[in-house]
């Protein structure tokens, strides 16, 4: 006669494989489960730097939240911290819990936040840290745009002198604007003539 052995194992070796598996899990997450890729896009409201250009900044780290931003105004060696902030993330182990996801502010580069700038070329600098763990330190995310910078209006110089087309009032007018002009013409009342080259 075969004897059919049915083999039981305890629930306490059960349970320990359990919380094994859960430790080495947790672990894990603490090595490997560092903030993600921080997206940064920066939204100058103004083609060029001015004297107070509004810059849009806007933030999403969905995986463990936004750390830390800083924003820089450049040029040459020149550099001033337009905006800087700290948030909470969510912990490596407990990372469903209350973290930022998204932040959009707006801050003003120009020569009221830098009294060195001058006319060129400056660059807007955003500095995004990410969420470290016990191991991982990741590197911080930076984009970084160039903008050109228009301190002063572009020249307009006229060159004619009255010149009447017809009787009656119709007048030609030319005259010369600067390079940095981005659109030239005549403005009477409601009425916007533009200039043709």
Known sequence: MVKAETRFESPHKTTFWIVITILI??????????????????????????????????????????????????????????????????????????KTVRDAFEVEAGSTAMPSLTSGFASLRVTAARAKTWIRRPEP?????????????????????QTYVAQGGCEAVTYRVGETAVRDGVQAGNWWFPGYP
Request: a positive charge; proline letters at 8%; charged letters at 25%.
């Open 25 to 98: 899990a947790l672990l894990g997450l603490g090595i490997f489960g560092a903030g993600g890729q921080v997206g940064i896009k920066i939204d100058p409201l103004k083609p060029a730097i001015g004297k107070r250009t509004p810059v849009k900044i806007e933030l999403s780290e969905p995986r463990r939240g936004l750390v830390s931003v800083k924003v820089e105004l450049i040029q040459d060696r020149n550099s001033v911290v337009l905006e800087e902030k700290t948030y909470k993330p969510s912990s490596q182990f407990l990372f469903w819990r209350a």
């Open 141 to 161: 995310n930076i984009v970084e745009i160039k903008l050109p910078v228009r301190l002063a209006p572009p020249s307009l110089q006229i060159t004619s002198s």
